[in-house]
């Protein structure tokens, strides 16, 4: 089996809806950001292979789990991983749980519900927000805010890729209530263009988002690092937008992703919003520093 890496789908981190390890970040813990989104990456186009079969992608899955932990040395990406976890003395949950979430990318195709929704979260996308906190050194008492970001920018990218992911892995995140609710099929995700009942269920998510977003707002206040909080007010007022974007746009017809001149005028918002709330409303040791 050769290593992972040969099934690389070409997306890097400057793909994503949001900056990963940006240059705001400080140069201390960008490497290790980066070696964390690179294996995730790689999971991650493992789950989502056209071609491999799901009994593969687990064996593959399960390989970079077995590198990561130190048992064997075929996967660059776990190996680098794993020293640079080891280097600062940090265990490898963190990855493993998203793991856990790409195992189940494999094996369950459909959610019931919002609770199924935010259940495939706790795996998929509040790791992630957990890692980066850790690697800062900030309060576990941050991760509820930084999981609820977290979760809202996941679901903003289901309702976002809804046709892509059914129509090329027949996965949906739509929740099935919603789809009955609405009295929609889930072979209309295949059309060009979403029909009134669709679109009444892709939309039906955004409440329950915007009231993650607004459980997330807190975090940029809530660390004590002003670089990490800078970066975490871009990222919240990017998913912010494109939630918007959502509230007016079909995702099977229109582009729902922000262009490169509005990540640039919203990032530079971002990092300005993001200080000011730090200096003003950030931790008192902050402020008094």
């Not at 008492?141 to 809202?152: F, G, H, I, K, P």
């Not at 975490?232 to 079909?250: C, G, M, N, P, Y």
């Not at 995702?251 to 200096?279: C, I």
Request: charged letters at 30%; proline letters at 4%; aromatic letters at 6%.
């Amino acid at each position: 089996m050769d290593a992972a890496n040969q099934l690389r789908s070409g997306k890097g981190h400057k793909d994503e809806n949001f900056p990963v390890a940006s240059r705001v970040i400080a140069p201390r813990h960008r490497a290790l950001i980066l070696a964390f989104y690179e294996f995730v990456r790689i999971a991650d186009d493992i789950a989502d292979h056209a071609t491999l079969a799901p009994q593969e992608k687990l064996q593959r899955l399960d390989r970079l789990d077995a590198n990561l932990l130190g048992n064997g040395d075929d996967e660059p990406e776990a190996v680098r991983l794993r020293a640079a976890l080891a280097e600062r003395g940090m265990p490898p949950t963190h990855p493993r749980d998203v793991l856990t979430a790409f195992r189940r990318d494999v094996t369950k195709l459909r959610y019931a519900n919002w609770d199924e929704l935010i259940d495939y979260c706790r795996y998929s996308a509040m790791p992630v927000g957990r890692f980066v906190l850790d690697v800062h050194g900030e309060d576990r008492a941050t991760w509820a805010a930084s999981d609820a970001l977290c979760a809202a920018l996941q679901i903003n990218n289901h309702m976002q890729d809804c046709g892509k992911d059914f129509r090329d892995l027949n996965r949906v995140y739509v929740t099935e209530d919603r789809l009955t609710a609405r009295g929609a099929g889930i072979d209309e995700l295949r059309a060009a263009q979403s029909s009134p009942a669709l679109l009444a269920a892709i939309r039906d998510l955004i409440p329950g988002t915007e009231r993650l977003l607004r459980e997330g707002d807190a975090l940029a206040t809530q660390v004590r690092d002003v670089r990490l909080a800078m970066e975490i007010r871009v990222i919240h007022i990017f998913a912010e937008k494109i939630l918007s974007l959502l509230k007016t746009r079909d995702p099977l017809r229109d582009v729902v992703h922000l262009s490169s001149w509005e990540m640039m005028f919203y990032g530079l918002m971002g990092l300005a919003s993001g200080l000011y709330r730090h200096t003003t409303q950030g931790p008192r040791e902050m402020r008094a520093a």
